[in-house]
């Protein structure tokens, strides 16, 4: 069973860059988020612990209303500049340490490829 702290560990582990390339911080690290704000940004990585195992990211600007404004899945951002197709992304839902390392890393080089010149 995954805990909290090794998904908090690991996700931190993989989004380490948005610290250092694109000065974010982490605001909060409570179930079921982890959140990154920077300028204008805010990253919301997002798992389902005690449901689903749920795994999805989102992009929003800070000011944004969350209830009059709509967040930007990682694979709109990836689709505006010609990323995977339909069929080339899928939910996940990791159920093992194994499987949520791989997730994570894969949300990550993703939000990397295709978030990175939004935020410079």
């Known amino acids: 069973m995954i805990t909290w ?3 908090t560990e690991i996700a931190l582990n993989h989004f380490r860059y948005l610290k250092t390339e694109f ?3 982490k ?6 988020f982890i959140i ?11 798992y389902d612990i005690n449901g689903s195992h749920e795994l999805d ?13 709509v967040s930007t ?10 990323g995977p ?3 080339d992304y899928q939910l996940s839902y990791p159920k093992t340490l194994e499987s ?4 994570l890393e894969r949300l990550s080089m993703t939000l990397r490829k295709y978030g990175s010149k939004f935020f410079v």
Do not use: C, W, Y
């Open 36 to 46: 990154f704000d920077a300028n204008v940004f805010r990253i919301l990585i997002f």
């Open 23 to 25: 000065g974010f911080k």
């Open 5 to 7: 702290h090794q998904f």
């Open 85 to 87: 197709t339909d069929e």
């Open 100 to 103: 949520l390392n791989e997730q």
């Open 27 to 32: 605001q909060s690290s409570e179930p079921p």
């Open 57 to 69: 990211l989102s992009v929003r600007k800070i000011h944004d209303d969350p209830s009059r404004t």
């Open 73 to 82: 899945g990682i694979f709109v951002m990836a689709k505006l500049q010609g």
